[in-house]
């Protein structure tokens, strides 16, 4: 088949689309100045307004199984703003290698505030703290250990403290109205704090700000929290900024991805068909495998509790168990398929190569702008075996969605998400401590819906296997913390 005029217009789309999101991406870091560093091995990151003088400087700190990319919102809306921001990854996340050590984590902080206050912008007397989830508890207690050094404190999807009257100083409380808990916790934080105070010129002052229609990780790229929080920082300082810059990186990040879509969509005809379709299984067994999957998953992750630590396991936390849910989900859905198409190499190579476009569709700019996407040595070691874990799910997934129609692929795209994430939710109905599940949720519908698109352009089951399964992996080994 060849390129014909309609494919190429795709294909130049594609193109159009990449390069605009890639220069809204640099427009964004105009006016900045951004160091990446370490000090004591934890990976920093700095953005700061070009040639400052004297600015109020800000630590933030991201939440469990999150970065220093995943905050770079509330970094660039500062530092927009004219403020110095210092982000790093705690200890067994993102690049940093240290293993997890929860008790170690405020010393992680003490290394930020040192890196900090070396930067020759920041004045040393104007500090604030910001964090989110696990990163709350982290500057609220910093807060309250040291009130005198920092201004304000603002958590985000806060979790626990101490809190009084008096500390930290000018605290914010900030929840998504679709985060349940967290905004029964932060009422709870509030009252144990003192009630709602407008006096912030005695540090005393108090607030509550519930952003709406955002949940656990929508909120981190909500220009509602990130404005709530420039505005407790502005009337903290007695400072007057007219920025009028708005965080739309996760768009141009939306575009990037999307163009590369568009082009494989473009190109994907031209590729030779390698893979003999075999006995083809009947509706029953398709649906009935997706099914029993997530019965047998589940069982299988609660006899596994029995003897081993499920959240620890395979040396990262919660990653290694949903590794090995995939797995025994996806034989099961394979066993009752009954059916193999006949790999080549071919398919194998192919399979490479879409991982490769993934891995640049999704990840080249996910560096900087909300995921550590680049592994470090110790993660590297963990993908190959998580990627073996979920290639018979996307195997079972890509024999299902051969040679179907669009309808039936969106259908199928549909019952996928519904089982994943009813099935994660059954999980954690006989196994509480693998909590974390839960916050993957909302994010299995539009994984699965791009790779079943994939799966859709392609129509190859082995190659849409080898390219989802290492993808996946990929994307499990990069965000999940490493356990003790």
């Known amino acids: 088949m060849r390129l014909n005029h309609k494919r190429l217009g795709l294909l130049l789309l594609a193109i159009l689309l990449i390069a605009s ?8 870091r105009s006016g900045l100045a951004v160091r990446s560093f370490q000090q004591d091995d934890i990976p920093l990151l700095y953005v700061a307004p070009q040639q400052a003088k004297a600015t109020p400087g800000v630590l933030v700190a991201h939440g469990f199984a999150g970065s220093k990319q995943l905050m ?21 996340h993102g690049a940093n290698p240290t293993r997890l ?3 170690e984590l405020q010393q992680n902080l003490d290394v930020a505030l040192q890196a900090l206050l070396k930067q020759p912008e920041v004045d040393p007397n104007r500090l604030a703290l910001l964090g989110h989830s696990m990163g709350s508890g982290i500057v609220m207690t910093a807060g309250i250990r040291d009130p005198d050094r920092f201004a304000a404190t603002i958590a985000v999807s806060p979790t626990g ?4 009257p008096q500390a930290p100083r000018n605290l914010q409380l900030q929840a998504g109205s679709g985060e349940g808990g967290f905004v029964a916790n932060a009422q709870r934080l509030l009252a144990q704090a003192g009630g709602a105070n407008t006096n912030l010129a005695t540090g005393q002052g108090r607030e509550l700000v519930v952003v709406p229609g955002v949940e656990h990780i929508t909120i981190l790229f909500s220009d509602g929290s990130h404005q709530a929080a420039l505005r407790w920082l502005d009337a903290t300082f007695g400072t007057r900024h007219r920025s009028q810059y708005v965080d739309r990186r996760m768009a141009w990040y939306g575009i990037h991805l999307l163009g590369w879509l568009i082009g494989l969509a473009a190109i994907a005809p031209l590729l030779p068909r390698s893979e003999a379709l075999g006995r083809k299984s009947t509706p029953l067994q398709r649906w009935a495998g997706l099914v ?7 069982a299988g ?7 081993f630590d499920l959240q620890d396991l395979g040396g990262v936390q919660v990653g290694g168990a949903v590794g090995v849910w995939f797995l025994i989900a996806g034989l099961t859905w394979l066993g009752v398929l009954a059916r193999l198409p006949r790999p080549t190499l071919r398919s194998v190579g192919l399979g490479v190569a879409l991982f490769g476009l993934l891995w640049v569709a999704f990840g080249a700019m996910a560096q900087v702008v909300w995921l550590q996407w680049w592994l470090i040595p110790i993660r590297l070691k963990l993908w190959l075996p998580l990627t073996i874990a979920c290639f018979p799910w996307f195997l079972a997934s890509g024999i299902v969605q051969q040679n179907i129609g669009g309808g039936k692929r969106v259908l199928w795209w549909l019952g996928q998400s519904l089982v994943l994430v009813g099935g994660f939710v059954l999980t954690l109905s006989f196994l509480p401590q693998l909590g974390f599940m839960f916050l993957l949720l909302p994010l299995f519908p539009p994984l699965m819906g791009i790779l ?5 352009c392609l129509n190859q089951a082995w190659v849409s296997a080898i390219g989802s399964a290492l993808f996946f992996g990929w994307l499990l080994a990069a965000g999940f913390p490493l356990s003790a």
């Open 452 to 456: 079943s698109f994939v799966a859709g």
């Open 21 to 28: 999101s890639w220069l809204g991406i640099v427009s964004a």
């Open 72 to 92: 770079l919102g509330y970094a660039h809306v500062l530092a927009h703003a004219g403020y110095a921001t210092l982000l790093w990854d705690f200890d067994g």
């Open 292 to 298: 029993s999957a997530p019965f047998a998953a589940v």
């Open 161 to 164: 403290a101490d809190v009084t």
């Open 101 to 103: 050590q929860r008790h």
């Open 301 to 307: 992750l609660v006899l596994l509790s029995q003897k």
